[in-house]
């Protein structure tokens, strides 16, 4: 199994400012999402992180918002960007790592950043 | 990927087995169910997974039904510390369809 770690745990950030988390998995995954998970919900996919290339983004979420890099196999970030009150949600980092077989991948997920804006 | 219907809240007592249905009518033949936990403020965490046979392991067992239209995930002695949102989701393995989505889910509480 893979250990994401994941920060900050936590962050309380002004209006208008940005926020970036960032996401470290212990081996080479295949692939790393981020997902959204607001308040008593569940949890949304934002983007598929793609190792030196532009992000996939999922329905709306755009790249200005939620700029994302991954410059190698095992780490990622993501920047929530011009904060407003309805970016307060957890962010997950996760990953997909491979067992001998296609079929026995697993996703996993890092603890979240739970992110609260004033 | 196909969608799923799980009811919103299940209890059980302690102690008592915990069986967590899953609809998945659409199911098409290359894709999977997966079942994944959250406990409160912790991320999702994997439980288990199958195509069509039953699957067990040392946390769970999965029973598929033979037309592969529903599940049932089981608990067998469900503790305080299995209270959660249980997360069923089905995933193709073609191409570039690797990620998950993810449902409502059943907000599972065990009690004593």
């Known amino acids: 199994s893979a250990v994401i770690s994941q920060k900050p745990s936590r962050d309380i950030c002004q209006r208008g400012t940005s926020l970036t988390i960032q996401c470290q998995v212990?081996?080479?995954?295949?692939?790393?999402?981020?997902?959204?998970q607001q308040p008593g919900q569940s949890l949304t996919l934002i983007a598929t992180a793609n190792q030196g290339s532009e992000a996939t983004y999922e329905s709306g979420f755009v790249i200005d918002k939620f700029p994302i890099s991954r410059p190698n196999l095992t780490f990622s970030t993501l920047t929530v960007s011009n904060l407003s009150p309805e970016d307060s949600s957890i962010y997950l980092c996760s990953a997909l790592g491979r067992g001998?077989?296609?079929?026995?991948?697993k996703l996993f997920f890092g603890s979240g950043t739970q992110l609260s804006v004033l | 990927d196909a969608k799923t219907t799980q009811p919103p809240s299940m209890d059980c007592a302690e102690g008592r087995a915990a069986n967590l249905p899953c609809?998945?009518?659409t199911i098409s033949g290359n894709e999977?169910?997966?079942w994944y936990r959250q406990i409160h403020s912790q991320g999702p965490q994997y439980i288990i997974h199958?195509?069509?046979n039953n699957e067990t392991n040392e946390m769970a067992s999965l029973i598929i039904t033979e037309d592969r239209k529903s599940s049932t995930l089981i608990l067998p002695h469900a503790t305080l510390r299995d209270t959660a949102v249980y997360y069923c989701i089905v995933r193709?393995?073609?191409?570039?369809a690797s990620k998950l989505t993810f449902g409502t889910g059943t907000r599972l509480q065990?009690?004593?």
């Open chain 1, 26 to 36: 212990d081996s080479q995954v295949t692939m790393m999402f981020w997902y959204r």
């Open chain 1, 100 to 105: 001998r077989r296609a079929t026995n991948e």
């Open chain 2, 23 to 25: 609809n998945h009518s």
């Open chain 2, 32 to 34: 999977y169910v997966y």
């Open chain 2, 50 to 52: 199958g195509l069509k």
């Open chain 2, 92 to 96: 193709s393995y073609t191409g570039t």
């Open chain 2, 110 to 112: 065990v009690t004593l």
